[in-house]
């Protein structure tokens, strides 16, 4: 799929594309809805439909020192913009110049001259612009007069609560995956390069793929059953520590799966590992035997969850 950047024009078959705006980080149920509304507008019409995002996160800008948050990767989104049906990711670059653009001028300058969109779908709840000034209502207001039409698709609920990425997160710092990737649709999943660790668990006899956890959030520190998708397609069930090691000096937070039953070397190929079950916090242990016995334990435990 097409990846765009917000600062290019946009001609050809891509012009006069149903556009949904979005954050869109998780792509969870209710993102889903938001995207699905512009793209069922766009087959009925016989339009492009584009699904637009934000990299880095706006809170990112206005906030920089907050702990890292992020559900998805852009190349995660990508896919699963792709896989959803759109024709292209927008990605808008948020900066000082984006951050001071009026609400009106996003509308006028960026949706409809730079991009040409025929119509917008966001959340009922998005806001936009210089000073979070722009809703739906300016963006009905000021769309009408440049012939932009505009849609807002309300909040989804389950019996909880409405779904957002905010309680996802909070699902996800708990220990909760079942609920975090109920929500999602899909299994949270962290993308990255593997990378050389210190051969610890090589030498305990469980080599692992040891992945950076950049900009994503983190979960709960413990143990996890996990699924890792290879470049290659191949899915492999296993067992994963994401933390800090605390049995290992000195301490380096890391992702570290063991996958079962395979001895391939994986250094330098990005690796997707989708967190499935939490088993247990991390813990310090007395010695690497008595570590040895409880990792045993976890990938009996992790293989029964999988199975």
Known sequence: MIRLNGKDRIDGDLRGAILALGNFDGFHFGHQAVAGKALSWARDEGRPAIIATFDPHPVRF???????????SLDQRQRLFADAGASAMLVFEFN????????????????????????????????????????????????????????????ISDSD??????????????????????????????????IHGDKNGRL???????????????????IYAVKGRLADGRV????????????????????????????????????EVELHHFLRGEQKFDDLDALKVQMEKDCERARELLG
Do not use: M, W
């Open 204 to 222: 305990l006899g469980y080599p692992t793929a040891n992945i950076d956890i950049g900009q994503y959030l983190r979960p709960k520190y413990g």
């Open 236 to 271: 492999l069930n296993g067992a994963a520590n994401l933390g800090i090691r605390p049995s290992f000096d000195p301490p380096k937070e890391l992702l570290e799966p063991y996958f079962f039953d395979f001895s391939e070397h994986l250094y330098g190929q990005t690796i």
């Open 62 to 72: 206005f906030k920089p020192d907050l702990p890292p948050f992020r559900l998805t």
């Open 96 to 155: 000082a110049g984006l951050a001071g653009t009026t609400a009106e001028d996003f509308v006028t300058n960026l949706l409809v001259d730079r991009f040409g969109a025929a119509g917008v779908v966001t959340g009922a709840d998005f806001t936009f612009g210089k000073g979070a000034q722009g809703n739906i209502d300016l963006l009905h207001e000021v769309g009408a007069v440049h012939g932009l039409k505009s849609a807002a698709v309300s909040p």
């Open 161 to 194: 609560d409405v779904i957002s990425s905010s309680r996802i997160r909070a699902a996800l710092k708990d220990g909760h995956c079942e609920e975090a990737n109920r929500l999602l649709t899909r299994p949270f999943a962290i993308r990255g390069e593997v």
